[in-house]
C-alpha cells in the first residue's frame, strides 16, 4: 500500500476519534449545565433531590454543582424570611386602624394598609407603584403636606377635614432615594367628644347662671341692709358668702367666655388705638394696682391695630391682673406694643417668681393652676390664661411666655394685622 493511503488513513481515524471524543465531551457538559440550571431554579420542594452531586466522576463539576445548590438554598432561606416578615409586617400594618400610606419623592404609591384602601374608598386595579398619591387623594392640602416633608426633609403636622396628617421622612432600601410615610388619624371621634364636653360647659355655665345671679342679687340687697352699726356681726359672717358668690359670677362669665370662643363664629374687628384700650384697661384695675404698690409702664410703639375690642380687652384685663397678682415682692410691670411685619405684638412683662419651664408646657391649659392649694381668693380658678390664648388663636395668632424660675414673666401675644 502506498504511504500516502496510511497517511490519509491515520488522518480520518485521528479525526474521527476527535470528533467522537469532542461529541462525548460536549453532552457530558450539557448535562451538568443543564443539572446546574436545574438546581439553580429549585424550588422549596425540589432542593433536596439534589443533595448528591451528579458529577461523581469529576471533581471541578462536583464543587461547581456543590456551589450551585448552596447558593440556592440561601437564597431560598432569606426569600422564606423576608416573606414572612414581610406577612408581619402586613399584618401589623392592616390591623392599625390608622390610614397608612408610603411614597416615594415623585409621590408614586409604594405600598398602603387596608385601612388606607377602605378610607378612601379606593379599589387599586393595578400593581403598586402604578399610581401616583393624587391619583387617590384629591385633597391639594394632602399633597401640599407630603410637598414640604420632601421638600424640607422634616415631620409635617396637620389637620385637613376629619383627619390629623403625619408625614414623615422615611429611608428607603435604596441609597439615592427617600420614602415618606404618611399616617392618618381619624378626629371625628375625638371631635364628637370634644363638641359633647363644649355643649355641657356651655349648658352646665348657662343654667346656672341664672340662679346664681338670683343670689348674687339678693345678697348685695342683704349686704346694703346689713350696713348699720349694731348689725356689723351679721354683714361680717355674710361677706364670705358675698365674696364666694362673686368668685362664682366671675368663673361662670369666664366659662360662657370660652364656650362662646369654642363655638367660633365671625369675629368683628375694628382699627382701636393700641394706647386708649391699654389705658381703659389700666384705669379699670387701678384700684388692685395701687393696694398692690404696682407701677405698670406702658410704650406703644405702634399707633392701632386692627382686632376684636371685647377679647384685646380681654387679654390686656387677664395678662395684667396676673401680673399685678404674682409678682407680689416686686414694683415694675410693662406693657409694650411693637410692630412686627406684619404682626402686632403685644407684651406684659413682670418681675416676679416666673414660671419653671416644667410648667410652661400646661400652662395655658383649662383650670391648670401652679400652685393648687390656693384657694380662688389668692390664685384663680385657672381659665384666664386658657382665654388669653383662645382670643389669640381666634384672631389667627399666637402667644407665647417667655420665663423661667424666678426671672418673671413675659406673655407675648403676636395678632396678624390684616
Ligand atoms: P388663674 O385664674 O389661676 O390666675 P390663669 O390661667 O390666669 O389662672 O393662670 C394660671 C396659672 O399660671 C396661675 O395659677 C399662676 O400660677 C400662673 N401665672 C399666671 N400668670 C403668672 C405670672 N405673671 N407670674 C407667675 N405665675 C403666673
Not at 385601612?115 to 385633597?139: A, I
Not at 406693657?335 to 408646657?361: F, N, R, Y
Not at 392649694?373 to 417667655?402: C, E, F, T
Amino acid at each position: 500500500m502506498q504511504t500516502w493511503v496510511w497517511v490519509l488513513a491515520l488522518i480520518l481515524i485521528g479525526f474521527i476519534t476527535y470528533f467522537l471524543s469532542y461529541l462525548r465531551f460536549r453532552r457530558m457538559i450539557t448535562k451538568q449545565a443543564k443539572m446546574i440550571v436545574h438546581v439553580m431554579k429549585a424550588e422549596d420542594d425540589e432542593i433536596n433531590q439534589y443533595n448528591n452531586p451528579y458529577a461523581v466522576d469529576d471533581d471541578d463539576f462536583v464543587d461547581l454543582e456543590r456551589a450551585a445548590l448552596t447558593l440556592r438554598k440561601k437564597y431560598l432561606r432569606l426569600r422564606r424570611q423576608s416573606k414572612e416578615e414581610r406577612k408581619g409586617y402586613e399584618t401589623v400594618f392592616s390591623g392599625l386602624k390608622e390610614a397608612i400610606v408610603t411614597v416615594d419623592q415623585n409621590l408614586r404609591i409604594i405600598s398602603f394598609n387596608s385601612s388606607f384602601l377602605s378610607s378612601f374608598k379606593w379599589t387599586p386595579h393595578h400593581e403598586r407603584g402604578n399610581y401616583l398619591l393624587h391619583d387617590v387623594l384629591r385633597n391639594p392640602e394632602v399633597i401640599a403636606a407630603f410637598k414640604k416633608t420632601i421638600d424640607t426633609n422634616e415631620v409635617e403636622k396637620t389637620e385637613i377635614d376629619t383627619y390629623q396628617l403625619f408625614v414623615t421622612p422615611l429611608p428607603s432600601l435604596n441609597e439615592n432615594e427617600t420614602w415618606y410615610l404618611g399616617v392618618f388619624y381619624d378626629l371625628t371621634e375625638i371631635r364628637k367628644t370634644e363638641k359633647i364636653r363644649v355643649d355641657f360647659v356651655a349648658n352646665a355655665s348657662h343654667e346656672l347662671r341664672t340662679p346664681l345671679t338670683v343670689i348674687k342679687g339678693y345678697t348685695e340687697v342683704l349686704d346694703q341692709r346689713l350696713n348699720k352699726p349694731e348689725l356689723r356681726e351679721e354683714k361680717e359672717l355674710l361677706q364670705p358668702i358675698v365674696e364666694s358668690v362673686k368668685n362664682m359670677s366671675e368663673l361662670m362669665d369666664d366659662l360662657l367666655n370660652l364656650s362662646k370662643l369654642d363655638v367660633g363664629g365671625k369675629l368683628i374687628k375694628s382699627e382701636l388705638s393700641t394706647q386708649k384700650i391699654t389705658e381703659d384697661i389700666l384705669s379699670e384695675v387701678a384700684n388692685i394696682q395701687q393696694l398692690s404698690h404696682k407701677n405698670i409702664s406702658a410704650r406703644y410703639d405702634v399707633e392701632s391695630i386692627l382686632a376684636n375690642e371685647d377679647s384685646v380687652k380681654q387679654i390686656l384685663r387677664n395678662l395684667i391682673i396676673n401680673a399685678i397678682k404674682y409678682s407680689a415682692e416686686t414694683e415694675n410691670i410693662e406693657v409694650t406694643w411693637q410692630k412686627k411685619s406684619s404682626h402686632i405684638l403685644l407684651k406684659v412683662k413682670d418681675h416676679g417668681p416666673g414660671i419653671s419651664k416644667e410648667h410652661q408646657a400646661r400652662i395655658f391649659e383649662r383650670f391648670y393652676r401652679i400652685d393648687k392649694g390656693r384657694g380662688r381668693d389668692q390664685g384663680g380658678s385657672g381659665l384666664g390664661l386658657a382665654l388669653v390664648k383662645n382670643h389669640v388663636l381666634n384672631h389667627g395668632g399666637k402667644i407665647s411666655l417667655i420665663s423661667d424660675s424666678g426671672q418673671g414673666c413675659e406673655f407675648i401675644c403676636e395678632f396678624p394685622n390684616y
